[in-house]
């Protein structure tokens, strides 16, 4: 999927989080969003996955406005798109498993093949033995890893990732970023930091400028 | 068996931090911070008035309508006016405010407390010295009785003027009869039960929406719990209230 | 407005039965507590009320009981069970979905190809329309048995009259049916709509709710005279 942002512009009230924001994120690229706290580094992935909309320009998904869509037109164009938060949003009433199944399930897959890939993502960011638990009783490094967990397993063509290795130890951030590095070339990578980074190989930098009241 | 014993131990855990409250708001009440109670009094009371007329209207409709399908089984219309009076100043109004109010003031007053205390101001004000009571909370508990309380009269006099309304418009019954009835057969006692009970409600709930405030447990969600738990509780105690106080006050006023 | 975007949402996915049984459980016991306890005192005080106002007017506080069933029945069962399941059913469910959509989560929900109207709202849009009828015969049927008790008890008078069905016909169950659907419907969709809504941190959730309890309640008010109003040609 080919993401674009032309001419976008986020307010919250008074707070203005992007200006004139224009940018194409083509099919298979890798780009670093970067820039110091309240920057807007959370709003410029939240306005890709068409979570927020742009109070002025428009977000485009394979050279289609999303404004322009129809809810269930837009629903299932969503279904391209997987992100891990910053807050790791993990809903709280449901077992590990369970959080990371989910994006199976709803895109149609049978509970076997469900579990079974789930679990293999776990696996490979160093969480087996925490399926059955519920995300309060673990640390905020693991809820972390759950929700890139969350994010990778239904290996969507577009991964955006809000600050991942924050909260993380180095030996699980180095772990963490050469997963993301070897992810297929033909996916296209979004990952925000709050500092310049060059883990990501074949990236392009979005630097961000702090704007005047923007909360951090 | 056990959730109905967890009932009765919550219930006498409430009662006694509701007692306790009282107790320190109550040595507090001459030396209160007069910008606070202003504040809230603007907050809980002066925000508060659109919802209280416009309740005011709804019950009043419905209580005349209501009554008027009652008076008319005796064949009694002309009293319509009495039995829709005697109903809303003894029951409905502080009832139904009561149970708005708790919403609206109660779940506010939680909240906003629940806040300070997970942010830490109130342990900070300790901090340096001053006392978190007589700044803020004390305050906070007294603009909410008297809230409920102005609201209650306000509300009673939209109320009336509804009734009376609505007794023209879907009764056919002329204002003068309605209110004429009204007048005639509502004494002091009857304005007077509708008051004690709108000022024991507005005390329930300032006192135990500070409670649930002050109680939370930290966290987005448990800022929702508070004010969910204080609306809860305030709806509660409001009907308990209600049961004790109504044959009480009948007792008392006949 | 919201009822119309979740029906469009139901039209392609259905929630999941399961889901709508659990909240049935939640919100029918959830509430049950107070809305028996709650009605049994109503119940207790209309008496008082119907006792002082028969002892100036006819005198006798049988004469009146038949008419306070029917009044009951139509009014105060539906509004009074409303209310306080309103209260209750709203703050809680505008302090989960709020609390939700304040730490990303409803967000998250959308990212993971699931639609939050039909895994949040639309369970516990079902659950109350079933949910909130039986609370109100819980509430009616309390209040009645409280009246009752207390008539022969207190007063020493006939308790039986207060259930005596004499002035109650198909119409005021219909009135009390309609109104209990109606805000069944309504008080899931008042709580939702406040707690998705909630942007912000903490201080959001807690608007959230007063907000959602607030309209939830007035809702119910302003069903309870809508419908009072439309079935008083069939009185």
Not at chain 1, 137 to 166: F, H, I, N, Q, Y
Not at chain 2, 122 to 146: C, H, K, N, T, W
Not at chain 3, 62 to 67: D, K, L, Q, R, Y
Not at chain 3, 115 to 129: G, I, K, M, N
Request: charged residues 15%.
């Amino acid at each position: 999927m080919d993401l674009a942002l032309k001419e976008v512009t986020v307010r919250f009230g008074a707070t203005t989080a992007l200006e004139g924001l224009s940018r194409a994120f083509p099919q298979g690229s890798r780009t670093f969003v970067w820039g110091p706290a309240g920057s807007g580094k959370t709003t410029v992935l939240k306005c890709l996955a068409g979570l927020v909309e742009p109070s002025a320009g428009q977000v485009h998904w394979d050279g289609r406005r999303v404004d322009g869509l129809s809810r269930r037109d837009k629903r299932q164009r969503q279904r391209d798109l997987a992100m891990a938060f910053q807050t790791d949003a993990l809903f709280d009433s449901a077992s590990v498993l369970d959080n990371v199944a989910l994006p199976l399930l709803r895109r149609g897959a049978l509970a076997n093949e469900a579990t079974r890939r789930s679990r293999s993502v776990l696996r490979s960011l160093g969480l087996e033995g925490t399926e059955h638990l519920a995300p309060a009783a673990l640390s905020g490094g693991m809820r972390k890893r759950v929700g890139l967990a969350r994010a990778l397993v239904a290996e969507t063509p577009v991964l955006l990732a809000d600050d991942p290795l924050a909260g993380l130890d180095p030996e699980t951030a180095r772990h963490v970023t050469a997963m993301l590095d070897a992810l297929d070339a033909r996916r296209t990578l979004v990952v925000s930091q709050p500092e310049r980074s060059t883990w990501l190989s074949g990236a392009t930098e979005l630097r961000l400028e702090p704007h005047a009241g923007a909360e951090p | 068996m056990r959730a109905l014993g967890r009932a009765v131990l919550g219930l006498l855990g409430w009662t006694g931090a509701v007692a306790l409250l009282a107790g320190r708001c109550g040595a507090r009440l001459g030396g209160l911070n007069g910008a606070e109670l202003v504040r809230s009094l603007v907050s809980f009371g002066a925000r508060s008035l659109g919802l209280a007329a416009g309740a005011g209207a709804l019950i009043g409709a419905t209580v005349v309508l209501q009554a008027g399908v009652y008076a008319n089984q005796f064949g009694a219309r002309l009293y319509t006016g009495w039995a829709a009076g005697y109903a809303l100043l003894w029951e409905f109004g502080p009832l139904l405010l009561g149970l708005l109010m708790a919403a609206r003031i109660g779940a506010r007053n939680a909240a906003e407390l629940a806040l300070l205390t997970i942010h830490g101001q109130l342990e900070g004000l300790r901090g340096i010295s001053l006392d978190p009571y007589r700044l803020l909370i004390a305050p906070r508990v007294v603009a909410g009785v008297l809230s409920v309380l102005a609201l209650s009269q306000a509300t009673f006099l939209v109320a009336v003027g509804f009734e009376a309304l609505a007794a023209l418009a879907m009764l056919g019954l002329p204002l003068r009869v309605f209110l004429g009835a009204f007048a005639e057969m509502l004494h002091l006692g009857d304005v007077i039960a509708g008051l004690t009970k709108s000022l024991a409600f507005g005390l329930a709930i300032a006192l135990v929406s500070t409670v649930a405030g002050l109680r939370v447990e930290g966290g987005a969600r448990g800022v929702g719990r508070a004010a969910a738990s204080a609306v809860l509780v305030s709806c509660a105690t409001i009907f308990g209230l209600d049961f004790l106080l109504t044959p009480l006050l009948a007792k008392v006023l006949s | 407005m919201l009822l119309g975007r979740l029906a469009q949402a139901l039209r392609w996915e259905r929630p999941s039965w399961k889901a709508v049984l659990q909240q049935v459980v939640e919100l029918g016991l959830g509430s049950l507590g107070l809305v028996a306890t709650g009605m049994a005192f109503f119940g207790m005080v209309i008496v008082t009320i119907a006792w002082a106002q028969a002892r100036k007017y006819t005198g006798n506080i049988t004469v009146v009981g038949p008419a306070y069933l029917e009044l009951i029945i139509r009014e105060f069962a539906p509004l009074l069970s409303g209310l306080l399941a309103a209260s209750r059913q709203a703050a809680a469910q505008s302090a989960e979905l709020g609390a939700m959509a304040v730490n990303e989560q409803v967000e998250a929900l959308e990212l993971s190809a699931a639609d939050p109207l039909v895994e949040l709202v639309a369970p516990r849009f079902f659950a109350s329309l079933v949910a909130l009828p039986a609370l109100t015969i819980v509430g009616a049927m309390t209040s009645v048995a409280a009246a009752s008790a207390t008539v022969s008890l207190a007063f020493g008078a006939d308790g039986a009259s207060f259930a005596n069905t004499r002035f109650v016909g198909p119409m005021d169950v219909a009135c009390a049916g309609v109104k209990a659907v109606l805000m069944g419907a309504y008080i899931p969709l008042a709580a939702a709509y406040r707690g998705l809504g909630a942007r912000g941190g903490a201080a959001a959730v807690g608007e959230a709710v007063t907000d959602g309890v607030v309209e939830a309640c007035f809702g119910c008010l302003s069903i309870d005279f809508m419908v009072a109003a439309a079935f008083l040609p069939f009185t």
